[in-house]
């Protein structure tokens, strides 16, 4: 199942390729799924640099409807005053900087987000240029 195609030299000098529509077809079909691998890759790539949010802390964003900071802190098992303690901010600052990052809802989530994870068959993305979980 070889690619049958015919060089011809075109009147300016230029090399041409005529193939069938079939050998074209299955060509830019392989040249796709290459551009789908090499997506994939870049994909993983960026997942294992940046990681991933777990599954409870979208739930609890989404679904309780807390910030993104306290489902961070109840899901390391973290107390108000030992996250403000490994971030090298006081308890006051931690209250404070947790009451101006807001909440989220999965009616907001954009549809074509900048990072999104497959998350039970839905799109869950994390908008990395805002201080707000989507």
């Known amino acids: 199942m070889g ?9 300016d000098g230029s090399e041409m390729v005529v193939l069938s ?30 990681g991933t949010v ?7 964003v989404y679904d309780e409807g807390i910030t993104a900071v306290l489902a961070w802190r109840r899901y390391r098992g973290l ?3 030992e ?3 490994r971030a090298g901010i006081s308890q006051v600052g931690s209250a404070e900087s947790k009451a101006g990052w807001g909440t989220a809802s999965r009616a907001y989530a954009p549809r074509s987000p900048p990072h999104s994870m497959p998350r039970n ?12 979980f989507p």
């Open 83 to 85: 996250r403000a303690r």
């Open 54 to 60: 777990p599954g409870a802390v979208l739930d609890a």
């Open 21 to 50: 529509a079939a050998d074209f077809d299955r060509l830019l079909e392989a040249y796709e799924d290459a551009e789908d691998a090499m997506e994939g890759m870049r994909l993983l790539r960026e997942i294992e640099i940046e």
């Open 121 to 132: 068959g839905r799109s869950i993305s994390v908008n990395r240029n805002s201080k707000q």
């Open 3 to 11: 690619i049958h195609a015919q060089r011809l030299i075109a009147p």
């Open 79 to 81: 107390s108000q005053a």
